[in-house]
Protein backbone atom coordinates (compact mmCIF):
# COMPACT_ATOMS: atom_id res chain seq x y z
CA UNK A 1 0.00 0.00 0.00
CA UNK A 2 1.83 3.29 -0.93
CA UNK A 3 2.09 5.71 1.91
CA UNK A 4 3.33 9.66 1.33
CA UNK A 5 5.25 11.32 4.32
CA UNK A 6 6.50 15.05 4.29
CA UNK A 7 9.51 16.37 7.04
CA UNK A 8 9.12 18.31 8.58
CA UNK A 9 5.67 19.09 9.70
CA UNK A 10 6.40 22.58 10.34
CA UNK A 11 8.67 25.44 9.10
CA UNK A 12 9.76 28.98 10.23
CA UNK A 13 11.48 30.73 7.90
CA UNK A 14 12.60 34.36 7.77
CA UNK A 15 11.59 36.02 4.77
CA UNK A 16 13.98 35.98 1.84
CA UNK A 17 15.10 32.35 2.40
CA UNK A 18 15.83 29.45 -0.18
CA UNK A 19 13.64 26.61 1.33
CA UNK A 20 12.82 22.68 0.32
CA UNK A 21 9.67 21.24 1.23
CA UNK A 22 10.30 16.86 1.15
CA UNK A 23 8.13 14.71 0.07
CA UNK A 24 8.62 10.44 0.40
CA UNK A 25 6.59 7.94 -1.53
CA UNK A 26 7.18 3.87 -0.65
CA UNK A 27 5.69 2.89 -4.24
CA UNK A 28 7.81 3.85 -6.85
CA UNK A 29 5.45 2.75 -9.34
CA UNK A 30 3.51 6.09 -9.77
CA UNK A 31 1.68 8.02 -12.57
CA UNK A 32 2.33 11.42 -11.40
CA UNK A 33 3.50 13.33 -8.20
CA UNK A 34 1.50 16.42 -7.55
CA UNK A 35 1.76 19.22 -5.01
CA UNK A 36 -0.91 21.30 -3.61
CA UNK A 37 -0.98 24.59 -1.42
CA UNK A 38 -3.90 25.21 1.04
CA UNK A 39 -4.35 28.22 2.90
CA UNK A 40 -6.29 27.70 6.22
CA UNK A 41 -9.97 27.05 5.83
CA UNK A 42 -9.35 26.79 2.40
CA UNK A 43 -9.26 24.21 -0.53
CA UNK A 44 -6.16 23.25 -2.32
CA UNK A 45 -4.58 24.73 -4.83
CA UNK A 46 -2.57 23.12 -7.33
CA UNK A 47 1.09 24.27 -7.50
CA UNK A 48 2.87 21.90 -10.07
CA UNK A 49 2.07 18.27 -11.04
CA UNK A 50 5.31 15.84 -12.38
CA UNK A 51 4.17 13.32 -14.49
CA UNK A 52 6.28 9.97 -13.97
CA UNK A 53 8.78 10.34 -16.77
CA UNK A 54 9.60 13.87 -15.79
CA UNK A 55 12.44 14.51 -13.88
CA UNK A 56 10.84 19.00 -12.65
CA UNK A 57 8.36 21.16 -13.14
CA UNK A 58 8.68 24.37 -12.52
CA UNK A 59 6.41 27.50 -11.98
CA UNK A 60 7.75 30.95 -11.12
CA UNK A 61 10.02 30.91 -8.07
CA UNK A 62 8.46 27.04 -7.26
CA UNK A 63 10.63 24.06 -8.43
CA UNK A 64 9.75 20.63 -8.12
CA UNK A 65 11.64 17.58 -8.89
CA UNK A 66 11.37 13.80 -8.65
CA UNK A 67 13.36 11.36 -8.68
CA UNK A 68 11.12 8.04 -8.44
CA UNK A 69 13.99 5.46 -7.64
CA UNK A 70 14.74 6.78 -4.83
CA UNK A 71 10.87 7.50 -3.71
CA UNK A 72 11.04 11.46 -2.96
CA UNK A 73 10.16 14.37 -4.36
CA UNK A 74 11.31 18.14 -3.47
CA UNK A 75 9.27 21.40 -3.83
CA UNK A 76 12.22 24.28 -4.07
CA UNK A 77 10.49 27.25 -2.94
CA UNK A 78 13.48 30.34 -4.04
CA UNK A 79 13.23 34.06 -2.28
CA UNK A 80 10.27 33.13 -0.01
CA UNK A 81 7.98 35.92 1.02
CA UNK A 82 5.26 35.76 3.88
CA UNK A 83 2.35 35.20 1.29
CA UNK A 84 4.10 31.95 0.48
CA UNK A 85 2.97 31.04 4.04
CA UNK A 86 0.24 27.95 3.98
CA UNK A 87 0.27 23.81 4.39
CA UNK A 88 1.75 22.46 1.47
CA UNK A 89 0.67 19.05 0.57
CA UNK A 90 2.22 16.35 -1.84
CA UNK A 91 0.28 13.61 -3.27
CA UNK A 92 0.55 10.75 -5.93
CA UNK A 93 -1.19 7.80 -7.33
CA UNK A 94 -2.18 5.50 -10.20
CA UNK A 95 -5.75 6.20 -12.20
CA UNK A 96 -6.62 9.67 -10.16
CA UNK A 97 -7.19 8.17 -6.73
CA UNK A 98 -4.69 10.23 -5.24
CA UNK A 99 -2.92 9.30 -2.00
CA UNK A 100 -1.17 12.27 0.21
CA UNK A 101 1.28 13.29 2.66
CA UNK A 102 0.53 15.02 6.04
CA UNK A 103 1.68 17.95 4.81
CA UNK A 104 4.26 20.47 5.91
CA UNK A 105 2.53 24.03 7.13
CA UNK A 106 5.42 26.95 6.05
CA UNK A 107 5.48 30.46 7.86
CA UNK A 108 7.95 32.74 6.65
CA UNK A 109 8.48 35.64 8.85
CA UNK A 110 8.84 39.41 7.46
CA UNK B 1 -14.90 28.71 -15.78
CA UNK B 2 -16.07 28.57 -11.91
CA UNK B 3 -13.62 25.37 -11.77
CA UNK B 4 -15.34 22.97 -8.74
CA UNK B 5 -17.77 24.17 -6.91
CA UNK B 6 -19.18 22.70 -3.75
CA UNK B 7 -22.60 23.56 -1.44
CA UNK B 8 -23.02 23.91 1.26
CA UNK B 9 -19.97 25.95 3.04
CA UNK B 10 -20.49 24.47 6.34
CA UNK B 11 -23.51 22.60 7.83
CA UNK B 12 -24.39 21.11 11.37
CA UNK B 13 -26.26 18.03 11.28
CA UNK B 14 -28.02 16.13 14.52
CA UNK B 15 -27.17 12.23 14.48
CA UNK B 16 -29.42 10.18 11.98
CA UNK B 17 -30.24 12.91 9.94
CA UNK B 18 -29.07 12.83 5.98
CA UNK B 19 -28.02 14.99 3.64
CA UNK B 20 -26.40 15.76 0.25
CA UNK B 21 -23.11 17.52 -0.34
CA UNK B 22 -23.24 19.23 -3.41
CA UNK B 23 -20.27 19.02 -6.12
CA UNK B 24 -20.45 20.91 -9.36
CA UNK B 25 -18.23 21.03 -12.26
CA UNK B 26 -17.83 23.57 -15.83
CA UNK B 27 -14.60 21.57 -17.33
CA UNK B 28 -16.02 18.80 -18.81
CA UNK B 29 -14.05 16.58 -16.50
CA UNK B 30 -14.65 13.09 -16.77
CA UNK B 31 -13.01 12.02 -13.34
CA UNK B 32 -14.93 13.70 -10.93
CA UNK B 33 -14.13 12.42 -5.99
CA UNK B 34 -14.83 13.20 -3.00
CA UNK B 35 -12.20 13.07 -0.03
CA UNK B 36 -12.44 13.61 3.51
CA UNK B 37 -9.83 15.65 5.54
CA UNK B 38 -8.90 15.34 9.25
CA UNK B 39 -6.55 15.82 11.95
CA UNK B 40 -4.20 13.76 11.52
CA UNK B 41 -5.40 11.53 9.09
CA UNK B 42 -4.74 13.72 5.86
CA UNK B 43 -7.11 13.59 3.10
CA UNK B 44 -8.51 10.68 2.27
CA UNK B 45 -10.67 9.16 -0.38
CA UNK B 46 -14.39 8.02 -0.42
CA UNK B 47 -15.82 7.63 -3.89
CA UNK B 48 -14.86 8.70 -7.28
CA UNK B 49 -16.70 8.62 -10.56
CA UNK B 50 -14.72 7.87 -13.87
CA UNK B 51 -17.76 9.36 -16.04
CA UNK B 52 -21.12 9.63 -16.11
CA UNK B 53 -22.77 6.07 -14.36
CA UNK B 54 -20.14 4.84 -13.31
CA UNK B 55 -19.02 5.58 -9.25
CA UNK B 56 -16.37 2.89 -7.02
CA UNK B 57 -15.64 3.14 -3.77
CA UNK B 58 -12.14 4.59 -2.06
CA UNK B 59 -10.43 4.10 0.81
CA UNK B 60 -13.36 5.18 3.77
CA UNK B 61 -16.33 4.92 1.67
CA UNK B 62 -18.76 3.49 4.49
CA UNK B 63 -21.97 5.99 5.30
CA UNK B 64 -21.24 7.32 2.21
CA UNK B 65 -23.67 7.26 -1.41
CA UNK B 66 -22.70 8.66 -4.42
CA UNK B 67 -24.20 8.50 -7.93
CA UNK B 68 -23.37 10.56 -11.30
CA UNK B 69 -26.25 10.91 -13.53
CA UNK B 70 -24.15 14.01 -15.30
CA UNK B 71 -20.84 14.73 -16.35
CA UNK B 72 -21.11 18.21 -14.47
CA UNK B 73 -22.24 16.87 -11.08
CA UNK B 74 -21.30 14.57 -8.49
CA UNK B 75 -23.77 14.62 -4.92
CA UNK B 76 -22.49 13.11 -2.05
CA UNK B 77 -24.89 11.43 0.28
CA UNK B 78 -24.71 10.64 4.03
CA UNK B 79 -27.78 8.42 4.65
CA UNK B 80 -27.65 8.55 8.42
CA UNK B 81 -24.78 11.22 9.99
CA UNK B 82 -22.83 10.36 12.44
CA UNK B 83 -20.41 12.17 15.09
CA UNK B 84 -17.33 10.50 13.05
CA UNK B 85 -18.40 12.23 10.08
CA UNK B 86 -17.68 15.35 11.05
CA UNK B 87 -14.98 16.80 8.79
CA UNK B 88 -14.36 19.06 5.82
CA UNK B 89 -15.38 17.36 2.58
CA UNK B 90 -13.58 18.29 -0.85
CA UNK B 91 -14.30 17.44 -4.04
CA UNK B 92 -11.92 16.92 -6.99
CA UNK B 93 -12.39 16.73 -10.62
CA UNK B 94 -10.16 15.90 -13.73
CA UNK B 95 -10.02 15.36 -17.25
CA UNK B 96 -9.60 11.52 -17.17
CA UNK B 97 -8.20 9.47 -14.56
CA UNK B 98 -4.94 8.91 -16.37
CA UNK B 99 -2.06 10.16 -14.61
CA UNK B 100 -1.02 12.95 -16.09
CA UNK B 101 -4.02 14.62 -15.44
CA UNK B 102 -3.59 17.20 -13.10
CA UNK B 103 -6.47 17.63 -10.16
CA UNK B 104 -8.94 20.42 -9.53
CA UNK B 105 -10.56 20.73 -5.75
CA UNK B 106 -13.21 22.62 -4.71
CA UNK B 107 -13.49 24.71 -1.65
CA UNK B 108 -14.97 22.30 0.41
CA UNK B 109 -17.81 21.80 2.90
CA UNK B 110 -17.40 22.01 6.79
CA UNK B 111 -19.74 19.02 8.24
CA UNK B 112 -20.20 19.20 11.91
CA UNK B 113 -22.61 16.09 13.40
CA UNK B 114 -23.33 16.66 17.01
Known amino acids: KQEVTQIPAALSVPEGENLVLNCSFT??????LQWFRQDPGKGLTSLLLIQSSQREQTSGRLNASLDKSSGRSTLYIAASQPGDSATYLC?????????FGQGTTLQVKP | NAGVTQTPKFQVLKTGQSMTLQCAQDMNHEYMSWYRQDPGMGLRLIHY???????DQGEVPNGYNVSRSTTEDFPLRLLSAAPSQTSVYFC?????????????FGPGTRLTVL
Open chain 1, 91 to 99: ATGNTGKLI
Open chain 2, 92 to 104: ASSYSNRGYNEQF
Open chain 2, 49 to 55: SVGAGIT
Open chain 1, 27 to 32: DSAIYN
